[in-house]
């Protein structure tokens, strides 16, 4: 139980950071690079707007276990339609494999993340 707690926290806390703290602060302090992954592929920039703020919400939601499991459960989906769509837009626009290859290891780091809080969660029922 210990050890599916300090994965999920370690994998949970490295979305937070990529996915919720990074861009957040990027608005905050660097703004003139808060459209820097949006802009190259074609999206304006109220769309980098909205990316941000649903970033910033669904890390934060994975981050609280006192959310309904429900909505926890949206926010693993929306995150991973947003890395989804990342990697093919980059597959589709620009064909740099290093942009390629970041949502892909992000949302394999996503993934394990929603298997160990899974594994919490069915064990804290069985108890």
């Given at each position: ?25 990027t608005l905050l302090f660097a703004h003139e690079y808060f459209n820097a992954g949006t ?66 290891v992000v949302g394999g780091v996503l993934v394990i993340s929603y298997i160990y809080n ?10």
């Amino acid at each position: 139980m210990k050890k599916n707690r300090i994965i999920f926290w370690i994998t949970t806390s490295i979305i937070f950071l990529l996915e919720g703290l990074m861009p957040l602060s990027t608005l905050l302090f660097a703004h003139e690079y808060f459209n820097a992954g949006t802009k190259p592929l074609g999206y304006p920039d109220y769309f980098a707007y909205a990316l941000i703020i649903c970033k910033v919400l669904g890390a934060t939601a994975i981050m609280l276990p006192q959310l309904p499991n429900k909505l926890r459960e949206w926010a693993y989906a929306g995150l991973s339609f947003n890395l989804l769509f990342a990697t093919y837009s980059h597959i589709m626009v620009d064909k740099n494999i290093s942009y390629i290859v970041m949502p892909v290891v992000v949302g394999g780091v996503l993934v394990i993340s929603y298997i160990y809080n899974h594994k919490i969660q069915s064990l804290e029922n069985i108890n």
